[in-house]
């Protein structure tokens, strides 16, 4: 009779736990250091752990992602807008372009670092590599 030996996976890395520190713009590895040198410019590494940050591919995602959340928010709220209180056109259409611009400005940084926290945790585009920390 053998014995069947099962191994376990260890996940170094949570996903959730690194998208969170991401999100709110911190490094995903320690969640100390800052993840962004200014607006969406990515630091080449981190101030407190060492983690280099220079090889993410976050590219168009995180507009992608922006421009669909702020859609799935702001389209609703427009139809409610415009069927129930039935405002001054230019009114509504001023309303809702600043608060689609404002929304996209406030989550384009987020989800870019939630991206980069993603990229991490599945050690994606030479996150994998050991790093002299």
Known sequence: MS???TTAIVDDRPM???MKKGYLRR????????LFD??????????????EFYHHRADDGPAYLTIVLVGKILGPLLYVAFTKYRPDPVMLSVLF????????LYFLPRLKG??????????????????AR
């Open 16 to 18: 959730w736990p690194a």
């Open 27 to 34: 490094c995903p590895h320690c969640g100390e250091g800052a």
């Open 38 to 51: 200014g607006y969406l410019k990515v630091n080449t590494a981190c101030s407190e752990c060492g983690e």
């Open 97 to 104: 372009s600043v608060a689609a611009v404002a929304m996209s």
């Open 3 to 5: 014995q069947s030996v």
């Open 114 to 131: 939630a991206l980069i926290g993603v990229q991490w945790s599945r050690r994606m585009h030479g996150f994998g590599r050991v790093s």
